[in-house]
């Protein structure tokens, strides 16, 4: 059973960086099936993706967030990581980490993490 | 533009059927891309309900099908149960945004 867990930072402080880290199991980050991907939900609001990692390392951002994200991961430790600069009350929201089924432009996200809440707040 | 437009809310008694709309751009569904849908209880993370338009992952409910046009998509819930009461969401890939588009969720009330 593909396990995603969120973990990091929970309260950032305006135009400080958030980090977050996603552990997965039960399945590889470089195992040449899926992408890895984040998304986010302001309180009370909808769903954004806002980026994902394929399995061979290339990061693909929405354009909303582009000049402020970057996507990683790490192979030794199965696992994936955001980093998002220049904070704002505006990026207050769950952000959750999900696998994504990717062929060609069928995409999906098939397994989520369970959430993490990240406030922005002086 | 890549919006994707869901009703806000939609509302059904216990035993009815409930059908909630999906409608894209030229850059996501209207350019043919596929669609699927997700299912967020209160309080939890989204969970996957229908994937290419219309196929259920193993441990969905027969009662939750869904169909596409070629700009619009729908998700119907027949036998209204009131575990079903959450926000439902569609999603597609936009050519736009080279990534995923979620339309803006729908509120399910079991009445």
């Known amino acids: 059973q593909v396990q995603l867990r969120e973990s990091g930072s929970g309260l950032v402080k305006p135009s400080q960086t958030l980090s977050l880290t996603c552990a997965v199991s039960?399945?590889?980050?470089?195992?040449?099936?899926?992408?890895w991907s984040w998304v986010r939900q302001p309180p009370g609001k909808g769903l954004e993706w806002i980026g994902y990692?394929?399995?061979?390392?290339?990061?693909y951002y929405n354009p909303s967030v582009q000049s402020r994200l970057t996507l990683s991961a790490d192979r030794s430790k199965n696992e994936f990581s955001l980093r998002l600069t220049s904070m704002t009350a505006a990026d207050t929201a769950v952000y959750y980490c999900?696998?994504?089924?990717?062929?060609?432009?069928?995409?999906?996200?098939?397994?989520w993490g369970r959430g993490a809440l990240v406030t922005v707040s002086s | 533009q890549s919006e994707v437009t869901q009703p806000p809310s939609v509302s059904g008694a216990p035993g009815q059927r409930v059908t909630i709309s999906c409608t894209g751009t030229?850059?996501?569904?209207?350019?043919?891309?596929?669609v699927h849908w997700y299912q967020q209880l209160p309080g939890t993370a989204p969970k996957l309900l229908i994937y290419?338009?219309?196929n259920r992952p193993s441990g969905v409910p027969g009662r939750f099908s869904a169909s596409k046009s070629v700009t619009s998509a729908s998700l119907t819930i027949t036998g209204l149960q009131a575990e079903d009461e959450a926000d439902y969401y569609c999603?597609?890939?936009?050519?736009?945004?080279?990534?995923?588009?979620f339309g803006g969720g729908t509120k399910l009330t079991v009445l």
């Open positions: 999603q597609s890939y936009d050519s736009r945004l080279r990534g995923g588009v």
């Open positions: 999900a696998r994504v089924v990717l062929l060609g432009t069928l995409m999906y996200f098939d397994y």
């Open positions: 030229s850059s996501n569904i209207g350019a043919g891309y596929d």
């Open positions: 290419a338009n219309s």
């Open positions: 990692i394929s399995h061979s390392g290339s990061p």
């Open positions: 039960g399945d590889s980050v470089s195992g040449g099936s899926y992408s």
